[in-house]
């Protein structure tokens, strides 16, 4: 091998060695990249497909390994993900978040603790808090953040979600501090479908699910800069 081919293939294994997280091929038709926190979830999995199929690099960050991640998945969609998303396991809570959002156009929060988890309010509140402000820290064109519907929040679920409202409230009022002009929250009722043993939060009697797939397109419309502002309730969602 010669010198020059030799210093080639250090430099590149040396490139290599530094990168911390996934960084995918850019085809010629690549869009960007957009950060999707809690994209292994039920619509987080929605969101980041929906992405791919548009050309975005999609990064889902998730606490779970980029093998549990898949396997989330693969149950939710019914079919393995697309290529063009990558996994990254990360504790939003508390991991340095600055190199997983370099170079984002966008940053999608479907981050949240269900209704009867632990730790509710800082579980919707502080963490998506401190994804908010790392996204803008790391300047982030646009954010995007899934919330509760108004009609939940206001009405007697109050009583019943205390500290689960409250977290999503706050964490509502950091993206509009972080992005005023440039987010979206998407608040959604109950959704349809989900999967068994997964937590919705309860609506009154004869309430209408919004599918899955309604709420992913709605959030991916904040991500592309096609909405700006709050879609509230499922009637608007269903409308977007």
């Not at 889902?60 to 996994?87: C, E, F, H, N, W």
């Not at 949240?112 to 908010?132: E, H, K, L, S, Y």
């Not at 987010?183 to 009154?204: M, N, W, Y």
């Amino acid at each position: 091998m010669s010198r020059r081919s030799l210093l080639e293939v250090s430099t590149a294994a040396a490139f290599s060695a530094v990168l911390p997280f996934p960084s995918p091929s850019l085809a010629a038709d690549d869009k960007g990249k957009v950060v999707v926190f809690g994209g292994s979830g039920y619509v987080g999995a929605y969101v980041s497909e929906i992405l791919a199929g548009k050309g975005y690099s999609v990064i889902s960050v998730s606490r779970r390994s980029p093998t549990d991640q898949s396997s989330a998945v693969t149950k939710i969609l019914g079919k393995s993900p697309s290529k063009g998303v990558d996994y990254v396991a990360l504790d939003a809570s508390s991991a340095d978040l600055s190199k997983v959002l370099a170079g984002s156009t966008a940053a999608i929060s479907c981050v949240g603790v269900a209704p009867g988890g632990a730790n509710q309010r800082d579980g919707n509140g502080a963490v998506n808090i401190r994804i908010a402000d790392a996204a803008k820290a790391a300047g982030v064109k646009r954010f995007v953040y899934v919330s509760v519907a108004s009609e939940l929040a206001n009405g007697t679920a109050k009583f019943l979600l205390g500290d689960y409202l409250k977290g999503k409230a706050e964490a509502e009022g950091a993206v509009k501090k972080d992005f005023p002009e440039s987010s979206l929250v998407v608040k959604p009722a109950i959704i349809a479908g989900g999967p068994p043993g997964e937590i919705r939060p309860p609506g009154p009697p004869g309430m209408k699910a919004a599918s899955v797939e309604e709420v992913a397109k709605a959030v991916v419309s904040g991500a592309l800069g096609e909405k700006s502002g709050i879609i509230d309730g499922n009637s608007a969602i269903a409308a977007n």
